[in-house]
């Protein structure tokens, strides 16, 4: 918590209000609002089902939410209602200020272009042009995410489950975004990859000053990166907090049963 000690002194990143989203009653996530300050990780807990990638994908421009408003202050457009704003604002954006890393790495990457190509073509969406500088720049971040520079020409279906988490990663962080959605990037991956990549994220985020909105059902997650965690449980928020203070002194008797691993799988 050291980094983002007073935010009454900060405006809020992403101000969100009573949004909602339900595909059938109790089926979505509904009235959710927080604030998120600019160098601040929000996790998402809850068990399956909970409505924890309704709300991510509604925050992040994926899925237009039923009600409810999500401010974001932008470095290009000011302050910005999000689904009120242009599309043509939304999807600049999305290629520039926010990122998304998915939890499967083949729906963020371009799996039979090279790594090369999957972190150039970031840059190119936000107009680099230069082909010497895009490569310089795609071997940087390469390094950055302990990818060896000579499988910069290799496709990422050539690459290990934990190698196209951290392309994936890369890709995301070339065009320097301010805010970043996950949902479960460590799912699915060996215990001991998984560990090397939530070292890598967390080193990362804190140097680059990143705000973070991520989705895990997995608290261990939770505890090494997020400042606060929100918990849902059937599309409700039952619990915020800081993160410390959510897991070690849980107040909700869902929180309490979740952090009690009863409702872990
Ligand atoms: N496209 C959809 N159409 C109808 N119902 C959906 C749709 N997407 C999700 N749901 C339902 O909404 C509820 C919340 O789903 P959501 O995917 O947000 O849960 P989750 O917390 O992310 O779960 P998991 O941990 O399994 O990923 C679930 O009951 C799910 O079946
Ligand atoms: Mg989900």
Same mark, same amino acid.
């Given at each position: 918590?050291? %980094? ?28 959710? =609002?927080?604030?998120?300050?600019? #160098? ?6 809850? %068990?399956?089902?909970? #409505? ?7 925050? =992040? ?49 371009? *799996? ?11 840059? *190119?969406?936000? #107009? ?14 390469? %390094?950055?995410? %302990? ?16 190698? !196209? ?16 959605? *996950? ?10 990859? !998984? ?71």
């Amino acid at each position: 918590m050291n %980094e983002v000690q007073s935010w009454q002194d900060i405006e809020p990143l992403l101000s969100v209000r009573n949004l909602t989203k339900f595909y059938s009653p109790g089926k979505g996530c509904g009235d959710v =609002s927080f604030d998120l300050y600019p #160098g601040e990780v929000l996790g998402i807990v809850g %068990e399956s089902g909970s #409505g924890k990638s309704t709300l991510l994908n509604s925050l =992040s421009n994926r899925l237009r939410p039923d009600s409810g408003e999500i401010l974001y202050n932008s470095e290009q457009f000011g302050e910005l209602n999000l689904y009120a704003a242009e599309e043509s604002e939304r999807r600049i954006l999305m290629r520039s200020e926010w990122g998304i890393v998915h939890q499967h790495a083949r729906d963020g990457l371009r *799996m039979n272009v090279s790594a090369g190509a999957n972190i150039g073509e970031r840059l *190119m969406a936000v #107009g680099e042009r230069h082909y010497g500088d895009i490569r310089q720049r795609a071997l940087q971040w390469l %390094e950055a995410v %302990e990818i060896e520079a000579g499988r910069i020409d290799d496709k990422p279906s050539q690459f290990s489950g934990g190698m !196209q988490q951290r392309l994936q990663i890369a890709r995301n962080l070339v065009t320097h975004p301010r805010l970043i959605f *996950m949902d479960e990037p460590t799912g699915g991956l060996d215990v001991s990859v !998984q560990a090397r990549l939530l070292d890598l994220l967390r080193n990362l985020v804190a140097n680059l000053g990143l705000s973070v909105i991520i989705v895990t059902h997995d608290l261990a997650v939770a505890r090494l990166l997020a400042h606060r965690l929100m918990v849902m449980r059937r599309g409700e928020v039952v619990e915020s907090g800081l993160t410390d203070q959510v897991l070690d002194d849980p107040q909700h008797p869902y929180t309490q049963l979740l952090v009690s691993s009863i409702l872990q799988n």
